[in-house]
């Protein structure tokens, strides 16, 4: 892997120094959100982490490297380039070989996170089980992921577009532990619950406890920690149904379907609610960096030589 990875001078110096890390993923900044707010997020979200004592590492694939740590010139393609792109488990390969620019996944991201040794990432919300999945089948990697890959992944559940409570199902046949943090809610991205129950865990504690002993158990799956937008931030469940709905009907329309619908959903809903979404969007994984970072602290501080994976 050694040949593979390359980490930027922060986190290198991170890890020499034994400080905390988390990882980003970068699919918000190059399919996410449009330019300039996807640069200015990217900015804000590492400057959050640092704030917090944490070294961000955003994750992308670029001139045939897992780049762990991205500089601003990176961060600068990732979110004007139109080519970039979006990368999951079977596309990691390819991108790498061909030598081209990838933006990872929560998937790629968990993956390439693993391989560097970092135990928490922070991402808006996770893929999911489309709606309709029954006759298209449109199932997102991520879930797959978090049941083999020992990475605990912060989100504001999953996205809101998402059939949620297929999502959580399958999480459940697939042993993913899913925990609300102070919520027994499973929250619907732009919206701070649903009406899904989830197990509650109150603190950053309980979550690094959790992981800690996962590992030494010898279990290999990652844990969801679904964090509710705040409130004031949020747009209210039944509110956004309506959005959602309207937005499913315009991609039905033009015919959108695979790794193009999630994209085209989230932009089409950016227009419907005239902006509001893209700032609930930004006010939500700021707030789950925050939490990475506090949870990262606790198991840099607790976890024994025995917890390293």
């Known amino acids: 892997m050694k040949k593979y990875l390359e980490f930027s001078k922060d986190v290198k110096e991170a890890f020499k120094k034994k400080q905390s890390v988390i990882a980003l993923e970068s699919t918000i900044i190059s399919h996410g959100m449009p330019y300039p707010q996807n640069l200015e997020v990217a900015g804000k979200l590492e400057a959050i982490a640092r704030e917090m004592g944490v070294i961000p590492a955003t994750i992308c694939l670029m001139d045939g490297k897992v780049k762990i740590g991205l500089v601003q010139k990176d961060l600068e393609l990732l979110a004007k380039a139109d080519n970039i792109a979006k990368v999951s488990r079977r596309d990691i390969g390819r991108i790498i070989a061909t030598k081209k620019v990838g933006a990872t996944t929560v998937a790629a991201t968990m993956i390439a996170a693993n391989w560097a040794g970092i135990k928490v990432f922070a991402t808006g919300g996770i893929g999911g089980v489309h709606r309709n999945a029954e006759n298209t089948f449109d199932v997102s990697n991520d879930l797959i992921e978090l049941s083999r890959v020992p990475v605990i992944v912060v989100s504001a559940g999953a996205k809101a577009i998402l059939d949620l409570s297929k999502t959580l199902e399958y999480l459940e046949t697939m042993g993913v532990p899913v925990y609300g943090y102070r919520t027994d809610r499973f929250p619907a991205f732009y919206s701070s619950q649903s ?115």
């Open 195 to 309: 009406n899904l129950k989830v197990d509650k865990l109150d603190t950053p504690r309980q979550i690094a406890d959790i992981y800690k002993t996962n590992i030494k158990l010898g279990l290999i799956n990652g844990i969801l920690v679904a964090n509710p937008i705040p409130e004031k931030y949020e747009i209210p469940f039944a509110e956004m149904e309506g959005y959602i709905d309207s937005a499913l009907e315009k991609a039905d329309e033009n015919n959108i379907t695979g790794r193009e619908l999630t994209p085209f959903l989230l932009s089409e809903i950016v227009k419907i609610t005239e902006g509001r979404s893209l700032q609930a969007n930004i006010k939500l994984v700021e707030n789950n960096v925050r939490l990475a970072c506090e949870i990262e602290k606790i198991l840099y501080y607790t976890c024994s030589q025995k917890c390293e994976v």
